[in-house]
């Protein structure tokens, strides 16, 4: 008796599911990760905007206003007392969160001496998933 050397519908159909099953249990643990390392990636953006911004206060003993703003720490503000600025400032440009937006400032803070936040992924300020530098402050 001669067997057949190919697969039935049946077998096919369940190698197919179970495949569809395990893509999508991976495709979910990535799509997450991403999400987290996104907002990581934010937090050390503020953190390293925040260290800026403390090497400007120990130059010039105060830091950027808020109309002056985080280009500041990229190039020399208007101000006749910001003396003896670095060349190529505090930051080399200003970063963006990883959503492409530009970082949120307030000098002096409201919830600190200065306040940096992202508006995180749904572009919305004031939003619950606002990523600042005093929430872990508090």
């Known amino acids: 008796m001669l067997r057949k050397k190919y697969f ?59 109309e002056e703003g985080l280009k500041a720490l990229v190039s020399k503000p208007d101000d006749p007392d910001v003396e003896n600025y670095p060349d190529g400032g505090y930051l080399k440009k200003i970063p963006k969160d990883p959503w492409g937006n530009e970082f949120l400032y307030l000098s002096p803070g409201s919830n600190g001496a200065v306040d940096i936040w992202s508006k995180g992924p749904d572009e919305n300020p004031g939003t619950e998933d606002d990523i600042t530098n005093w929430a872990d402050k508090k």
């Open 8 to 66: 039935s519908l049946v077998e096919l159909m369940i190698v197919v599911s179970i495949l569809a099953l395990v893509a999508g249990i991976v495709a979910k643990n990535v799509m997450g990760s991403k999400h987290k390392a996104d907002i990581d990636l934010t937090s050390v953006k503020i953190s390293n905007i925040e260290g800026a911004l403390d090497l400007f206060k120990i130059a010039h003993n105060r830091y950027p206003t808020t």
